[in-house]
């Protein structure tokens, strides 16, 4: 993911600021809803075409979206329903913003706009299984962390499209649309690898085990 280190540096300066501040009078979980508001707000923007102010939405809606987890750590705040209202929301979120995207092409017309329209949901697809496919693969117990495309990188290109619209934002959907299925198949084959190398472990551990009963007198 070429964002990790970018955003990795993004929290600790967010972390830095919060402990700066001090104790605010709001939760994570707050934060965490005020910043789906504005992503709402992003996404009705899209639907009637006012472009970069919804780029602009999305931009301080992804700020919130760090502060949430930064002011958790720096007050100690963090709890298991913490995380799951945020990744919930998280798909709430995107999903609010596809849907804006299919709204707005939908009136555009024009010979790519059923191809628009078809990107925009695979696009949706792709980017709820990217994040599916690791909460499934983690509650089994296995290691999901690669991916080309994970939620920083889809808010990015998001927001270059919107900010500069027209073609540019037609090849940003065309190129979520692939890119999102393409991480989600990373992953599923990150998991498959480790499975498999659990289920040869297995075996080498059976055989040994008979084996070493063969050999007993």
Known sequence: MFTTRFEAWVRQQAEALMKAIGRVPVTPNQVTVVGLTLTFLAAGLVAFGHLRWAGLALIV???????????????????????????????????????????????????????????????????????????????????????????????VVTVIGLIFGGYVLYMVVFLLAIVTNYTALQRIREVWLQGRAQRLAREREIKAARAAHHQVP
Not at 131 to 142: K, N
Request: charged content about 15%; overall charge neutral; proline content about 3%.
């Open 61 to 155: 809606a992804g700020s919130f979206d760090i502060l949430d987890g930064a002011l958790a750590r720096s007050t100690q705040a963090s709890y298991p329903y913490g995380a799951f209202l945020d990744s919930t929301l998280d798909r709430y979120s995107e999903g609010a913003i596809y849907l804006g995207l299919a709204a707005y092409f939908v009136t555009i017309g024009g010979p790519l706009q059923r191809w628009l329209v078809l990107a925009t949901l695979a696009a949706l697809a792709g980017s709820f299984l990217v994040s599916y496919v690791r909460a499934r693969a983690q509650s089994l117990g296995f290691t999901c962390e690669t991916g080309l495309f994970a939620r920083p990188e889809r808010v």
